[in-house]
């Protein structure tokens, strides 16, 4: 499965990949599996075989690719009866098939030095420990939203919550709804919060822990945690011509599982002036009522200015048909699905409307665009609190007692963002992020200093 003429290069070790089957958990683990390739290292991700077999990913000019299977081969994590049943067969399975890789691998020219997995899959450092491998744990959630799933996984902060605001260090004061939704509902999520607080199940025999997140965006929280873990920052894990360009071919996230919509994204854009065009879009999972997709059309529509409206097609049908006549009629335009970078980077978008989800959090920050936080559930209530509060590069949608987002509110917001004097200052706090970010990724940057320094670690214990 590897790309052909990759044989023929000298590796200092090899590492294998191991991420969660959804699109915001591959795209940053690929992405750093890409920076460890450039600096030398043997690089092979490994993916489930539905994903193999549904979209027959090319391999990238430096990235291996090999399959492991997760229990649901014809239809993946959307099979399982529910996330207990999904997380049990993938622990099982996943385990047995990710053994057999590294055998086949260490009957190779090319045996597995390291593994790297997906916080979400601890299992993997177990098998890791078996073969008497190294072992990194990737954690694809900022460090502040690390640090509380730790507090509760050691008891350390006791469920139910009762006593607020709570201080934690590196987050600024707590509400009940500032944090992740697992932890203040968490009757609702059944399953969820266990996976989350389960990250941490055996992070202490891990050789890392890596974060995709920069030092300085989070430097007080990256402090408590390395107080706990030798953890490294990583990220931000976005493809390199939008950072540092020191990567080559390094322009695209490289494993998509959404088809890119054929809309002429680059001609729309062009056509308008720069920071004029709000561009709204909730992730890859997120999944909005009928009743809030109709107020958030119709807040789009009253804010008076051109959007670009990701919907996936899966969630198309709940916009009406008079909402669709009404957008159609104006500078908007609604799409499956794009390359969210290539959005964010193109200068012509002066507001992110978003669910503010990690990803897209971190890509906003790196792009140096403001935000609308209108946050659904897991850790993105706390990433929007960190938005408007802490880095203040945004606002933070407010809902009703109905739980719903009005669209005056939603109007509101956007103008506060596109129009205001306190707008002004978001965009200019998101260009010194942005600086930062690159500054981080660049040549002896501390996610640079950070990346030599675990391939040196594996460099020697390879040696030893």
Known sequence: MASDGMETRPYKGHVLVVPAPTQGHINP???????????GLRATLAITRFIWNSRRPRPSASVHLDIISDGYDEGGYTQAVDIRYYVSRFKAIGS??????????????????????????????????????????FFTQNCAVNYIYYLVHHGIMKLPLLDFPISIPGLPTLEL?????????????????????????NADKADWILVNTFSKLETEAVGAMSKLFPLLTIGPTIP??????????DDD????????????LDTWLGAHQPKSVVYVSFGSLSAVGEEQMEE??????????????????SENTKISKK????????????????????VLSSGRIGCFFSHCGWNSTIEAISMGVPMVAMPQWTDQ??????VQDFWEVGVRIRAGEDGLVRRDEIERSIREVMETERGRTMTENATKWMELAVEAVSEDGTTDRNIKDFISGIVSKKGS
């Not at 750093?32 to 600096?39: I, P």
């Not at 500032?178 to 509902?185: A, L, M, R, W």
């Not at 006549?325 to 970078?341: D, F, G, K, R, T």
């Not at 209530?381 to 960190?386: C, H, I, R």
Request: charged content about 20%.
């Open 29 to 39: 683990m690929l992405q750093f599996t890409k920076r460890l390739a450039s600096k």
């Open 96 to 137: 047995e098939t990710l053994a057999d890789l590294i055998i086949k691998y260490n009957h190779s020219d090319h045996p597995v030095d390291c593994v790297i997995y997906d916080s979400f899959c601890p299992w993997g450092l177990d098998v890791a420990k078996k073969f008497g491998l190294l072992a990194a744990a």
């Open 177 to 201: 709804s500032d944090f992740p939704s697992f932890i203040y509902d968490e009757e609702s999520y059944h399953g969820y919060l266990e996976v989350l607080v389960g990250q941490f199940i």
């Open 240 to 249: 390199s011509v939008y950072m540092d360009k020191r990567v080559e071919d």
């Open 253 to 264: 996230y490289g494993l998509h599982l959404f088809d890119l919509d054929s809309s002429d």
């Open 296 to 313: 958030l059309a119709w807040g789009l529509h009253g804010s008076g200015h051109p959007f670009l409206w990701v919907v996936r097609a």
């Open 323 to 342: 909402c669709k006549e009404a957008i159609a009629a104006e500078q908007a335009l609604i799409v499956s699905w794009c390359c969210q970078l290539d």
């Open 381 to 386: 209530t706390t990433d929007a609190k960190l």
